[in-house]
């Protein structure tokens, strides 16, 4: 994929910048920015060191006020850093005032995401979908570290006239190719909608939840398949569809993007086709990673998505995965996790949540279980949609 911002090298150093207002605690603020580590270093860039500021809110011209701006400033220049990110989204105008201070690139936390997302777009949709999310990203940051959009101005139908700020010009490049990327991603999107149809007779069960809770691991456990999967943050963006047998009853089984917090709204808004997926199925596997100290908010965020893109009505199988790692926190014996487990399943049970079931993916660990509670919901939406078939499931598309 062409370049449209800054170039950010693999192998870059960074400082991470985060402003901590009222309303989070330490240990968030601390969790929020090793995502953040966590994200830079999924893109190959390495983290030399944190900043914090405590503010009610960023402050509107620089982000960070005067006396820590200088100090960010004096650690860039005295360790020759590459690059600082933010944990929030920049403005236009904290971005060209921060450009006036700082000689290092710059990028926030919707940048970098998006960055990574267009690392890991491997199909022509998601690389589409990608590609527009940065010239919208772009669209109303535009200053002048951006000029070489000249260089692609042809093609484009854009000629500009005497005198006509530089700026307007490249405004003008990008909304036409945010038009083209969108032409381009409706007839894709037609394609996707069509296929999706010639699966309506088939039940179809999709795998949610936050970003690198081993949701593709699951996958390759449960349709013996071979999904990319990597202890990395956005492992998988485009959507991967298995068919899957339990106990003689068919269904499609779909591995789809990571959810995270803050996931950029442009990115949401691109990948609403892609995420069709999720709409469409009837029930949902919602892993999470219980050995996160966040796993609760986790929830929240994957629950807030979901309900962003209308998915939800379905029924719904909570999955806590990495229960290996959960009993690692408890030096003694199984006998002190298994009333924590037990009181955490009643606590999410209720509402959509049909099943709650704890597995480690990694070592195969209540899988069957897992197999068993999927199967018979499967089962039941099954012999929904065929209900002469009682006795004997018919194998589709076999």
């Not at 593709?216 to 456990?221: A, D, F, K, R, Y």
Request: net charge positive; glycine share 4%.
């Amino acid at each position: 994929m062409r370049e449209l911002i800054p170039t950010i090298e693999k192998q870059d150093t960074a400082v991470l910048v985060a402003v901590q207002t009222p309303t989070q605690t330490n240990e968030q603020t601390k969790e929020y920015l090793d995502e953040l580590t966590f994200l830079a270093s999924t893109y190959g860039i390495a983290t030399k060191h944190t900043f914090i500021q405590r503010l009610e809110t960023p402050h509107p011209k620089t982000f960070l006020r005067k006396g820590k701006l200088k100090e960010v400033l004096e650690y860039v220049r005295a360790h020759q850093v590459d690059c600082i990110i933010f944990d929030d989204d920049l403005t236009a105008s904290q971005v060209r005032n921060l450009e006036k201070e700082i000689k290092c690139k710059i990028l926030d936390r919707s940048l970098l995401i998006i960055y990574i997302f267009a690392l890991r777009a491997k199909t022509a949709q998601a690389m589409t979908q990608v590609e527009l999310a940065q010239w919208q990203y772009l669209l109303p940051r535009l200053t002048r570290m951006w000029t070489h959009l000249e260089r692609q101005r042809g093609g484009t139908g854009t000629r500009s006239g005497a005198g006509e700020k530089e700026i307007e010009t490249d405004r003008r490049i990008i909304k036409d190719k945010i038009t083209l990327l969108k032409q381009k991603l409706a007839k894709i999107d037609k394609q996707s909608v069509t296929r999706r149809k010639s699966r309506s007779n088939m039940v179809r069960v999709a795998l949610v939840g936050y970003t690198n809770v081993g949701k593709s691991t699951l996958m390759n456990l449960l349709s013996k398949s071979k999904v990319f999967a990597e202890d990395k943050l956005f492992a998988t963006v485009d959507s991967t569809v298995r068919k899957v047998t339990i106990n003689q009853i068919p269904f499609l089984l779909t591995d789809t993007v990571g959810f995270i917090r803050k996931l950029p709204t442009t990115l949401i808004e691109c990948f609403k086709s892609t995420l069709d997926e999720i709409r469409e199925a009837d029930i949902l596997l919602h892993v999470v990673d219980i050995s996160s100290a966040t796993f609760d908010e986790q929830i929240t965020v994957v629950n807030q998505t979901l309900s962003e893109i209308e998915a939800t009505d379905k029924e719904v199988i909570l999955v806590f995965n990495k229960v290996d790692l959960y009993r690692e926190k408890f030096k003694d014996t199984e006998t002190q996790v298994a009333p924590l487990l037990e009181d955490l399943k009643k606590s999410y049970l209720g509402n959509q949540v049909k099943e709650v079931v704890f597995v480690s993916a990694a070592e195969k660990e209540n899988i069957e279980q897992l197999k068993e509670t999927l199967g018979e919901l499967a089962a039941a939406r099954y012999y929904e949609i065929y209900p002469n078939h009682l006795q004997k499931p018919h194998f589709l598309g076999e």
